[in-house]
């Protein structure tokens, strides 16, 4: 946005009231707040972290407003205040991250023997689209597309960079910021940028998978995706595992936070919590998008009602067009940010599986 607000004839002037002091302030902010409330993630891979940040980067900004000059561009005078929010959050909670990487895998059950760690401990999925994130580049210099750098491989290979590393990647390769504007924002030098930028490229290229989901997306077109996604529900509503295994790759992998176990491969995953038990019918799926890829929302008939309650949302990571990889979030938190709803009525919604 630059300086316009601030330079036309929105500017804030000597004796003006305080309300449209804040009504300058809202407007200015309004257009950077969902790629504010993105960069929050990315940092902190928490939507509910990023919830947080978000409040307490406005709340920080407002306060500061009067004091804001113009020096910088209201983008990078936002972001040094997001970023030195995330960063005084990390320093005060634990490295989120996916089970995968505490250890070799193993089969996933819920039950006794199930390792279920806190909340706090797991990345949490994002809602990309009903957060407005927009398709597309930040900026002339990004080397991410802004869908690219929400995916759960690229949130968590983030996870594993020192702050300030986390931060110069994100600023300059997801933002597009130039080095310039980068140590403006992190208060350092350019050269202290730049050695950082290469430590973190180095880092996230050696855990990043080729393609990203969305070239793969895009490869496949919005009718083969829909197939996909369709296929995928009907078999797991009807409890067919034999066609379910033929939509997975052969060293498909599947994890299912808060619980720590996980599994590779078809065999592994035959036996696991991913499976449908039970009678057909038992099931219900309703489609969605998290961190750029495809989702589904997962439903359990609830006995006596009838009605199907949410119990997971399901992010798909394909390898062509078929399931490389499978990570349930067993916690149903906040359907509604994604656009499920948080009840289905059998007479509306069930489908026919005769």
């Not at 910088?72 to 005084?88: H, P």
């Amino acid at each position: 946005m630059g300086m316009a607000g601030l330079n036309g004839t929105n500017r804030v002037r000597p004796g003006e009231t305080g309300r449209t002091e804040r009504s300058t302030f809202d407007e200015l902010v309004e257009a950077h707040r969902a790629d504010l409330h993105a960069h929050c993630y990315r940092m902190l891979g928490s939507l509910h972290d990023a919830d947080d940040a978000l409040q307490e980067t406005l709340l920080r900004a407002w306060r500061a407003f009067s004091r804001f000059h113009g020096r910088s561009s209201v983008r990078t005078w936002l972001y040094r205040i997001a970023t030195n929010v995330c960063v005084d959050a990390i320093a005060c909670r634990p490295k989120r991250v996916l089970p995968v990487d505490y250890g070799a895998p193993s089969r996933p059950e819920v039950g006794a023997s199930a390792r279920r760690l806190p909340a706090r401990a797991w990345i949490e999925p994002y809602p990309d689209e009903t957060l407005g994130v927009a398709d597309g580049a930040a900026g002339p210099e990004a080397c991410y597309e802004r869908r690219e750098a929400l995916e759960l491989a690229f949130v968590t290979a983030l996870q594993h960079l020192p702050p300030r590393q986390r931060a110069a990647l994100i600023l300059r390769d997801v933002l597009g910021f130039s080095a310039r504007e980068a140590a403006e924002t992190l208060e350092t030098t350019e050269p202290s940028v730049n050695g950082a930028l290469r430590r973190a490229r180095a880092t996230i290229d050696e855990r990043l998978p080729d393609p990203s989901q969305q070239v793969t997306l895009r490869a496949l077109g919005d009718r083969r995706l829909e197939a996909i996604v369709e296929r995928f529900a009907d078999s797991f509503e009807r409890g067919d595992v034999a066609r379910i295994l033929e939509l997975l790759t052969e060293d498909v992998t599947f994890s299912m936070p808060p619980y720590r176990e996980w599994c590779r491969g078809r065999d592994a995953v035959a036996g696991s919590w991913l499976m449908p038990s039970g009678p057909g019918g038992s099931l219900r799926y309703a489609p969605a998008r998290a961190n750029g890829q495809l989702a589904l929302g997962v439903y359990r008939i609830e006995p006596g009602t009838g009605d199907y309650l949410p119990i997971a949302l399901d992010v798909l990571a394909l390898r062509a067009d078929v399931v490389a990889e499978v990570t349930a979030f067993r916690d149903p938190f906040n359907f509604g940010r994604f656009d499920l709803p948080l009840r289905l009525a059998r007479a509306a919604e069930a489908r026919g599986h005769d």
